[in-house]
Nanobody
Framework: QVQLVESGGGLVQAGGSLRLSCAASGRAFSTYTIGWFRQAPGNVRESVATISWNGITTSYANSVKGRFTISRDNAKNTVYLQMNSLKAEDTAVYYC????????????WGQGTQVTVSS
C-alpha cells in the first residue's frame, strides 16, 4: 500500500497557475494508476485527471481539458498536476489517490490540499 501526501495548493488569482505535487511512499509506486480528484463545498467529489503507471495514458475531466496537465516521475515517486488558466470554479480541495494494478477502486488517498482561485 502506498501513502500519499499532496502539496502545492494555495491562493491564486483567476488566470494564474499552480502546480500540485503528490508524493508517495511505500512499495511499487510505479505500478499504480494515480488520480487527482477535487471536492468543493457542497459538491460531490469529482475526478480531475488520471495517469497510468507508466505515464503513457492520461485522462481529464472535460472541465479541465486544455488547462491542466498530469504527469509523473516514478524515479521521484511523485505525480504532478499543472494547473493553468485557473478559474474561480476550480476552487476546491484537491486529493490524489492510487489504484493498484489489480484493484478496481482508488484505495489510497492523501489528506488533500486547498486550492482557492479568486476572481
Amino acid at each position: 500500500q502506498v501513502q500519499l501526501v499532496e502539496s502545492g495548493g494555495g491562493l491564486v488569482q483567476a488566470g494564474g497557475s499552480l502546480r500540485l505535487s503528490c508524493a508517495a511512499s511505500g512499495r511499487a509506486f510505479s505500478t499504480y494508476t494515480i488520480g487527482w480528484f477535487r471536492q468543493a463545498p457542497g459538491n460531490v467529489r469529482e475526478s480531475v485527471a488520471t495517469i497510468s503507471w507508466n505515464g503513457i495514458t492520461t485522462s481529464y475531466a472535460n472541465s479541465v481539458k486544455g488547462r491542466f496537465t498530469i504527469s509523473r516521475d516514478n524515479a521521484k515517486n511523485t505525480v504532478y498536476l499543472q494547473m493553468n488558466s485557473l478559474k474561480a470554479e476550480d476552487t476546491a480541495v484537491y486529493y490524489c489517490a492510487a489504484r493498484s494494478a489489480t484493484g478496481f477502486d482508488f484505495s489510497a488517498w492523501g489528506q488533500g490540499t486547498q486550492v482557492t482561485v479568486s476572481s
